[in-house]
């Protein structure tokens, strides 16, 4: 779940995500052959793959399959010699909301695939590996933020990710603030295609300026265009959030937030007037700071507010939500939780 810096992180820019306390659980038994058999509580189906011979991911059913097909396949790329394995997923994450689901069942079927293979992978290369996946399976091509969070989160901290050199750096969540994401009960909607124009936008802003990355531009030189201005405005912010944070300054750090959103409605254009009622009535409920999360288009919304007043701010949004829009808001706080793991 991202607190701040949305579409900067395939700029080679910053973001601050962490990971949360739901999650996918991949529970498994090894198999003599290569077969990969796996059934979801979430989604319908049974995936059945020889992951000697995984098949292509965009072909795959159900749907879901693609993603561990192409896990799969992108491990038997880097010479994992592949065991087969009985798998159940069972997940907590909302699908489909912007929380990144899709990357915690990749990071957790790499996990659970390696393991049957007795193989392993350093933290980052699951994290590539899994990024990879899902521009296989989706074609959609995603930057790294949500797949490094997955694997990398730590309990009680967000991470700052530098998305260029791919360092993260743990940033604690000061005491006495709590993390709430509101669903807006709308689906995100023309999410892959709206987000691979956004991409493209970004990489053409960046060839005109003949910079590597928006990360190298300045405020100054994308002044008149406003999709490579919201990146550089937002690394900016990103970064200063990160130090607001550390040093227990949340006031900052909630404006930072609210202008990111301001910056994501007004010059990314990946708002929605749902989410961006949340924000409103969030803010003026006394959020230090709210903005949408994800990469827009519906979904939902992450706020911070002081933990005396976030359980009846979520119900009041909730009913203010309904009353204006006629929709069902679902609100919930989450805890910054440890990345991905194996148990025996
Ligand atoms: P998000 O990542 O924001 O939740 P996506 O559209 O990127 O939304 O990913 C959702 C897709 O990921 C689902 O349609 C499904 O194919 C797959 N997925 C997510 N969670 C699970 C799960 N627990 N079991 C099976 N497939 C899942
Ligand atoms: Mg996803």
Request: net charge negative; with cysteine; aromatic share 4%.
């Amino acid at each position: 779940m991202n607190l701040i810096g949305d579409h900067t992180d395939y700029q080679e820019g910053w973001c601050v995500p962490m990971a949360i306390d739901r999650e996918v659980v991949v529970t498994w038994t090894a198999r003599p052959d290569a077969i990969v058999r796996a059934t979801s509580d979430g989604q319908p189906g049974v995936v059945e793959l020889d992951a000697n011979d995984p098949p292509d991911p965009r072909t795959v059913e159900p749907r879901w399959g693609s993603y561990v097909a192409a896990v799969a396949r992108l491990l038997q790329d880097r010479g994992v010699t592949p065991r087969g394995l009985d798998a159940s997923v069972h997940s907590t994450v909302p699908v489909g909301a912007g929380l990144s689901s899709s990357a915690a069942l990749e990071v957790a079927v790499a996990c659970a695939l390696l393991d049957a293979a007795d193989a392993e992978l350093a933290p980052l290369d699951v994290a590539l590996l899994a990024q990879a996946a899902e521009h296989a399976a989706t074609g959609v091509p995603c930057g790294i933020m949500d797949q490094l969070a997955s694997v990398s989160g730590r309990a009680g901290h967000a991470l700052l990710i530098d998305c260029r050199s791919l360092t993260t750096t743990p940033v604690l969540i000061p005491t006495g603030v709590a993390v709430l994401v509101v669903h807006s009960g709308v689906d995100r909607a023309l999410v892959d295609s709206e987000y691979a124009a956004r991409r493209e936008a970004c990489e053409a802003a960046a060839r005109r300026l003949g910079v590597l990355a928006l990360r190298d531009a300045v405020p100054a030189d994308v002044r008149d265009d406003p999709f490579a201005r919201h990146v550089v405005s937002e690394n900016a912010r990103a970064l200063a959030f990160a130090d607001a944070l550390r040093s227990g300054d949340l006031r900052t750090a909630g404006g930072l937030m609210s202008a990111s959103h301001a910056s994501l409605r007004d010059d990314f254009r990946v708002s929605t007037p749902e989410l961006d009622t949340l924000v409103d009535l969030l803010e003026r409920g006394g959020a230090h700071g709210a903005r949408l999360t994800g990469a827009g288009f519906g979904g939902c919304v992450v706020a911070l507010v002081a933990d005396a007043r976030v359980h009846a701010l979520a119900a009041e949004t909730a009913v203010d939500y309904g009353a204006a829009t006629g929709r069902t808001a679902t609100p919930f706080v989450v805890r910054a939780a440890d990345g991905a793991r194996s148990e025996v």
